[in-house]
Structures are given as C-alpha cells and as structure tokens.
C-alpha cells in the first residue's frame, strides 16, 4: 500500500499524496475531475523500479477543495516536491496534470516531463465545450454535462472494470474547479484563451529538459508542425484510436514508454530523481 501524506502550499491548501516504491522518482498528475488513483494501472507496474509519488491536485481527490484553482496547481505540485526533498523531478501528466507540469518545467520546478493527452493549443477542446456553458454552469445539469464531455473525448474505450469508478468519479466532481479551469472558454472570452494559448507556447518553447508529448485525441490540423517548430528537442507521438484516458486503454504500452523515457533522460537510479534513504 501506498502510504498517504498530506502538506500545505504557500497559500495554505492542503494537498494529499502518495509515495510508493524504490528507484527513480516519478511524480504524477491526474487530469481534471479524476484524482491520484487513477494512475494505479500504471503505478503498479512499476513500483519496482520507480518510486511513484501521486498527487490529488486541490479540489480532487483527498485534497482540500480551496481556490485558486486554475493559477493555484503549480503551487500544489511545487508544495510536494519540498516536501519529499526532491529537486527537479520528473514528471507525468495528463490532461489538466499536463499543463501544470509544463508551466512547472518552463520555472525550473521540475526536471523531465511526460505530457499525456493536452494540447498546448485550446481550439479544438474550447470547440467542444463551448457550447455546453449553460448546462456546465447549472448545478442540476453539470454532473450530465461534465460526463458528456468526457465520453466525447474517448472514455466509452476505458475498459468496463475501471469505468463505473470514472464515470461516478465524474458525476460528483467539483463544479467550482471545472468553471473555474474553464471560464475563459466559457465565458467566450477569446483574449484570454489567446492569452493563454501564447503563454502555454512560451513555457513549451523554455522548457530545455527532456519533454515527451503523447497524444491520442484529434487535435487541430498543424499541430504537430506547430509543436515541432516551438520546441525542436521536445518529442511529439500520436497513438491513434486509444482515447483521452490512453494510459487506462493501453497501460503496457505507456508503462513500457514511460520506463523508456525515463532511461532517455539519463537518470536510471541518478542524476536529480531523488530516491528515500
């Protein structure tokens, strides 16, 4: 069993992790309405070779549910890592967990990243959820709509054991995080998803540590140009047919990448991936 700890950000929320295993560390990062568990199909894979620290980012999972959540996230995954004395780990995530840990590596936070399934680039999701607003925002329709958004992006393909756990997880998520996280789509507001959008490429065009981004969804025509020419050392892989939740769909094949990437960044045991004493 994963042994469960809690620590507080500079701004006061309590976060809840886990840390498991030997080896390299390896901090992970759950997409939005999902929480740290989420990961086990992978984790426990590799728990032999990896210490895995799993985080409930705030307003998911064990974690106090306190704004602000949308530039608050950062500070959630920066308050872990000083609390298990690591220096710039490596780090998976997905979906939401992707943008905070790709805004972290652009400030020095983090060393490696893993970036599953999020575009840096928001045409394509804003087109998808734009439209919902109304439902989102009315508390007697979120739970319907949040889930109709998730089975747009693929989870009908999560295997049928894991699927009543995301779709109940899904139903109950936290409506303040989603309109808080999504407000400028919401809103329409296309300054500020540009805003945005430009802030995201900054990071990803900073970022000088080893970055894989693994795709699965459609993403807008001239996206993987876009990405190649904004970070040429970064690597862009496109595995179609396996859906938002690619690493619940395939988990052999993203635990065998992940353990390939992790031996690429030149780590294996050394280096800045900290393990306990």
């Excluded at 886990?18 to 939005?32: S, T, Y």
Aim: aromatic share 8%.
């Amino acid at each position: 069993m994963a042994s469960e700890n809690f620590t507080l950000t500079e701004d006061g929320v309590e976060i809840a992790f886990d840390d498991r295993g030997r080896g390299p560390a390896v901090i992970w990062l759950h997409g939005i309405t999902d929480d740290r568990t989420f990961w086990t199909p992978v984790t426990s894979r590799l728990v032999d070779q990896l210490r895995c620290i799993r985080i409930d980012l705030r307003g998911h999972g064990r974690s106090a549910s306190q704004g602000p959540y949308s530039t608050g996230f950062v500070s959630d995954l920066a308050a872990v890592i000083r609390a298990t004395g690591l220096r710039a780990p490596l780090v998976v995530g997905h979906s939401l967990g992707g943008v905070v840990a790709t805004i972290a590596a652009a400030a020095g936070v983090t060393g490696p990243v893993v970036c599953v399934d999020q575009p840096l680039k928001l045409a394509t999701f804003a087109k998808l959820i734009r439209g919902h607003a109304p439902r989102l925002r009315d508390p007697a329709t979120y739970a319907d709509t949040i889930l109709e958004e998730k089975l747009a992006l693929g989870m009908g393909l999560v295997p049928a054991a894991l699927l009543p756990d995301l779709e109940s997880r899904t139903r109950a998520s936290n409506q303040e995080v989603i309109l808080d996280v999504w407000r400028p789509i919401l809103d329409d507001d296309l300054a500020e998803v540009a805003a945005t959008e430009r802030t995201l490429a900054e990071a990803l065009g900073s970022i000088d540590v080893p970055y894989l981004a693994l795709h699965s969804t459609p993403l807008e025509d001239g996206y993987e140009e876009w990405f190649r020419t904004v970070n040429p050392s970064a690597t862009f892989e496109f595995w179609p047919k396996l859906g938002h939740w690619l690493y619940l769909v395939d988990p052999g094949r993203f635990v065998d990448r992940i353990q390939r990437f992790v031996e690429a960044s030149g780590y294996g045991g050394h280096g800045n991936l900290s393990s306990p004493p």
